[in-house]
C-alpha cells in the first residue's frame, strides 16, 4: 500500500511539474516570436506567470458541473497506465496502449461536453467544431499507433520501450513519427494553447470560461497535447531506455523537452496564415490520413511476410 501511494504521489508531482513548466514554455515563447512580428502588447511574466493565471481563473468562482469534474478525472487517470520509468507506471496492464487511447478519446469528448453548457448558439458551434477537429486528428494518429502494434507486436507500452533497445522505431517507421508530429503540431494549433487574447476560438473561450471549469477544461487540453506528445517519445524516440552513460529518466526528460520545444516553434512558425479549422482539416483529410493508411499497409504487408 505504501509503494503504491509512493509511486502516485511521484506522479502527480511529475504532472504539476510538467504541465507548469511546458505552460511558461508556450507562454514565454509565443511572446517572444509575437514581440518579433511587431505585436508589443504581449508581455508573459515570470516564472510565476502560470501560477498567476490559474489563479486568476479560479477567482472567477468556484463552480464545477459533472462533466468538468469527470474530465479531471480521467485527466489524471491517462498518467496512470504510461510508463514513467520501467519501475514508475500505476497501473501496468498488457494492453496498456489501448487503455491511454481510449482514455485520450474520453478526454476529448468530455472536453465537448463540458464546454457545451453555453446558451450562445455561434459559441456552441465553435466549440464543437473544435473537438470534432481534434477527433479527427486522432485517426492518423491511431493508425500510427497501430504501425507500431504490429511492428513490435505487443500492445504493452512498456515491451514497446524494451524492444527498443537496438534501434529506435524512428528508424523503422519514419512516415508514422512524422504523421504523428504533425498531428500534435495541429492540434495545438486548434486548440491555441500558447496564444493569449486572439481573436476567434481563443477569444471565445475566454469570454465563456471562468472558474474552476476553465482551470480543468485548460487542464485537459494541455493533457490532450502533453500526452501526445509524450507517446510519440515512447513509441519511436526509445522512452526510458538509457543511452550510454545518461540515465534512463534524464534521457526521457531530454527527448521529451526537445521535442515539445520542436512542436512550439513549429506551431508558432506557421503563423496566422494556417489557422483556419477548415483548412487544417483538408490538410488532415488529403494528407495525414491517406498517407498513415499507406504506411499501415506497408507495415500490415511486412508483418504478414
Not at 464545477?64 to 480521467?74: A, G, K, R, T
Not at 486522432?138 to 513490435?152: K, N, Q, V, Y
Amino acid at each position: 500500500m505504501l509503494i503504491i501511494l509512493k509511486k502516485i504521489a511521484y506522479i502527480l508531482i511529475i504532472i504539476v511539474v510538467n504541465l507548469y513548466i511546458c505552460s511558461y514554455l508556450g507562454a514565454k515563447l509565443s511572446a517572444r516570436m509575437e514581440l518579433r512580428r511587431g505585436y508589443r502588447i504581449t508581455r508573459v511574466g515570470g516564472i510565476g506567470f502560470p501560477a498567476k493565471r490559474f489563479f486568476s481563473y479560479l477567482a472567477r468562482g468556484p463552480e464545477i458541473d459533472i462533466w468538468s469534474f469527470l474530465l479531471f478525472i480521467f485527466s489524471l487517470l491517462i498518467w496512470t497506465v504510461v510508463p514513467i520509468s520501467s519501475d514508475l507506471v500505476l497501473i501496468d496492464i498488457d494492453s496498456s496502449l489501448m487503455a491511454a487511447f481510449l482514455f485520450y478519446l474520453i478526454i476529448i469528448i468530455l472536453n465537448l461536453s463540458s464546454q457545451s453548457r453555453t446558451h450562445y448558439g455561434i459559441v456552441l458551434g465553435q466549440m464543437v467544431k473544435k473537438m470534432i477537429s481534434v477527433i479527427s486528428l486522432a485517426i492518423p494518429f491511431f493508425f500510427s499507433i497501430t504501425s507500431i502494434i504490429l511492428l513490435s507486436r505487443t500492445l504493452s507500452l512498456k515491451e514497446i520501450v524494451d524492444r527498443q533497445y537496438e534501434y529506435w522505431n524512428i528508424a523503422y517507421q519514419p512516415l508514422g513519427f512524422i504523421i504523428a508530429l504533425i498531428s500534435v503540431i495541429m492540434v495545438l494549433k486548434i486548440l491555441r494553447l500558447n496564444r493569449k487574447g486572439t481573436p476567434g476560438i481563443s477569444g471565445i473561450d475566454e469570454i465563456e470560461g471562468g472558474g474552476l471549469s476553465k482551470v480543468v477544461l485548460r487542464f485537459s487540453e494541455y493533457t490532450i497535447v502533453l500526452f501526445m506528445t509524450y507517446l510519440i517519445v515512447i513509441l519511436y524516440l526509445g522512452g526510458y531506455k538509457s543511452l550510454y552513460f545518461i540515465r534512463g529518466d534524464v534521457m526521457l526528460g531530454i527527448k521529451f523537452y526537445a521535442l515539445f520545444i520542436f512542436i512550439l516553434f513549429s506551431e508558432k512558425a506557421l503563423g496566422s496564415s494556417i489557422s483556419d479549422m477548415g483548412l487544417l482539416m483538408r490538410i488532415n483529410g488529403k494528407f495525414l490520413i491517406p498517407m498513415s493508411i499507406i504506411n499501415f499497409i506497408i507495415t500490415f504487408g511486412f508483418f504478414i511476410y
